[in-house]
């Protein structure tokens, strides 16, 4: 059993170097027209200076509401354990 | 000479993607403490690791040689060269959500943790197993 894992951290790690590696250069991000498009429009669409906070409130604004209900879920699941206090 | 050449280049490769093997790393430091560790709270940093090593290679993703951060009153470049000059402002809004949930799930993580212990007396994860002899 230890083997295997040794083994599958070795083949993964592997992989995970060689798409570093064969990835890109660092620094100069291949497909940009969704960002370029993005820094381009943000001050007019959404009236926002921060060009992120236009992207996680207004653009990807489903996107921030699912990260809320992950979080509401996670909250629940905290109380729900500790619901009627920490029995010693 | 040409050994040295060949061994200058690949130098040059993995200094120039420093960022992207400091993220992988991460990632297989925390999937060590995930696959040996018995300890449950082990695995969980184990977990939080991992998605530290996530936020640095979309952050890593996300950068241009030279760029600035992705604000129009703090830029101080002209507005004409914005587009190619900003990083990326996408990864960035991705890693703030991932920010977030790995945070949920650590919190939820931890307190199964301190159930666990209460209810059994052990945080072995390979004592854990059977459920019917607890």
Excluded: H, W
Excluded at chain 1, 12 to 40: H, N, Q, V, W
Excluded at chain 1, 52 to 58: M, Q
Excluded at chain 2, 16 to 36: E, P, R, S, T
């Amino acid at each position: 059993m230890k083997a295997a894992k040794i083994i599958f951290v070795i083949i993964f790690a592997y992989f995970l170097i060689a798409c570093a590696l064969l990835l890109r250069p660092f620094g100069s991000p291949t497909e940009t027209t969704m960002d370029e498009y993005f820094i381009k429009n943000a001050q007019i669409e959404t009236a926002s200076n921060n060009v992120v906070a236009s992207i996680v409130f207004d653009y990807r604004g489903l996107d921030t509401l699912g990260e809320a209900t992950v979080l509401f879920a996670a909250v629940s699941g905290v109380i729900l354990l500790f619901r009627g206090g920490v029995p010693k | 000479m040409l050994e040295n050449k060949k061994a200058l280049l690949f130098a040059l490769l993995i200094l120039q993607n420093a960022n992207f093997l400091v993220a992988i790393c991460l990632v297989l430091f925390g999937l060590y403490a995930l696959l040996f560790k018995k300890n449950l709270i082990k695995m969980a940093i184990g977990i939080a690791i991992i998605a530290s090593g996530i936020n640095l290679f979309l952050i890593s993703a996300g950068y241009r040689k030279g760029g600035v951060a992705p604000i129009f009153t703090e830029a101080t470049i002209k507005a004409s060269e914005a587009e190619t000059r900003m990083v990326l402002p996408t990864p960035q809004a991705l890693t703030l959500t991932n920010i977030v949930i790995s945070l949920a799930v650590t919190a939820l993580m931890l307190s199964l943790a301190i159930r666990i212990y209460q209810q059994t007396g052990t945080l072995d994860a390979t004592k854990l197993g059977r459920l019917d002899e607890l």
